[in-house]
């Protein structure tokens, strides 16, 4: 009888040996790509803790590689996402952090990921166990939100006026807004405002939101 990998569907909904290292980081790198606005051309990641001893053994590099090129936790592609993301002319590279917040999670990656055309984007995933994932960095600030719902993420400038300017929007296309925070560098500087809603989010208020002059970008993430 021929042997089982380690990279044999071992469950429904799930490719690989562990559900922290393998499954959740397909899941925060496939919401990573999500939130991509074009062709990844480079992805740097930067592993710590947990992911960073184990993260050969556990297949966490195949797993981030399968999410950043679109893979589903059970898609059977991740055991060859290393091989896959040559062919597709996504180059990448995995290091470990040289030192570690004491305050971070032990399953944390970064992904440094880069566009074809020029595009940049930073992002921090967690893996919370269980398949379950969160953000908590976008760029240079700290966000918190889990790809669970259908999620609108605004880029703006701190200033009064554009989150009541999002709420209007929001309302009069009849959104029901389930969570929604703010986030920010500091008063008056760059921020999020990120609204979690557990219904789909019309795509007409995208071009609706960005009239307000201080909001630079948006990104979208459909249940």
Avoid: C, W
């Avoid at 893996?127 to 880029?155: A, P, R, W």
């Avoid at 999002?166 to 500091?186: K, P, W």
């Amino acid at each position: 009888m021929a042997g089982i990998s380690l990279f044999e569907v071992i469950g429904p909904n799930m490719v690989g040996p562990s559900s922290s290292h393998t499954a959740g980081a397909a899941s925060m790198a496939l919401l990573a790509r999500r939130l991509f606005p074009g062709r990844i051309q480079r992805v740097d990641f930067t592993l710590y803790g947990s992911f960073a001893r184990t993260y050969r053994g556990h297949g966490t590099d195949r797993a981030l590689l399968g999410g950043i090129m679109g893979f589903e936790t059970d898609d059977l592609r991740i055991r060859d996402s290393l091989t896959l993301a040559k062919e597709e002319g996504i180059s990448y590279r995995f290091s470990t952090a040289e030192k570690e917040p004491d305050d971070i999670h032990p399953n944390t990656a970064d992904m440094d990921i880069y566009g074809t055309k020029g595009e940049h984007l930073f992002v921090r995933g967690v893996s919370l166990g269980g398949g379950k994932v969160k953000i908590v960095k976008l760029n240079q600030i700290e966000v918190d939100f889990t790809g669970e719902y259908s999620t609108l993420i605004v880029s703006q400038t701190d200033k009064p006026g554009v989150v009541a300017h999002i709420t209007r929007i929001l309302s009069e296309e009849g959104v029901n807004i389930a969570f929604m925070r703010l986030f920010r560098e500091e008063k008056g500087a760059a921020a999020y405002t990120i609204v979690e809603s557990d219904e789909k989010i019309p795509q007409k208020v995208l071009g609706k939101i960005r009239e307000n002059p201080l909001v630079s970008d948006i990104m979208l993430v459909q249940l």
